[in-house]
């Protein structure tokens, strides 16, 4: 089993910046494509970033462009988010994802194991 544990969340200002981190831990793994998701109340699990195991050509969505940096370690099996220039909208549990198989990685239906979630939070 692999297990997901995000951290780094918090409480920041707009214009302010956060890391967030994602260890993976468990059975050995070569996951195909690690993804950020983020979550705001009353609305739908949305991609945020994806890298792949190579680390080529990573993904964003178009509201984070310019922002935000995906990353990954693949000998510490960690991925991150560095987040700037954050906004209010931003706001959101934050989530982290593994995909064991190759795919276009742009659902949460394309994921296999999932973190618990880290809250954040960007106040005007």
């Known amino acids: 089993q692999v297990q997901l544990v995000e951290s780094g969340g918090g409480l920041v200002q707009a214009g302010g910046s956060l890391r967030l981190s994602c260890a993976a831990s468990?059975?050995?793994?070569?996951?195909?494509?690690m993804g950020w998701f983020r979550q705001a109340p009353g609305t739908d699990r949305e991609i945020v970033a994806i890298i792949s195991w190579s680390g080529s050509s990573p993904y964003y969505t178009e509201s984070v462009k310019g922002r935000f940096t995906i990353s990954r370690d693949n000998a510490k099996n960690t991925v991150y988010l560095q987040m700037n220039s954050l906004k209010p909208e931003d706001t959101a549990v934050y989530y982290c994802a593994a995909a064991k198989y190759g795919g276009i990685w742009l659902t949460r239906y394309d994921y296999d194991y999932w973190g618990q979630g880290t809250q954040v939070t960007v106040s005007s």
């Open positions: 468990g059975r050995t793994f070569r996951p195909a494509a």
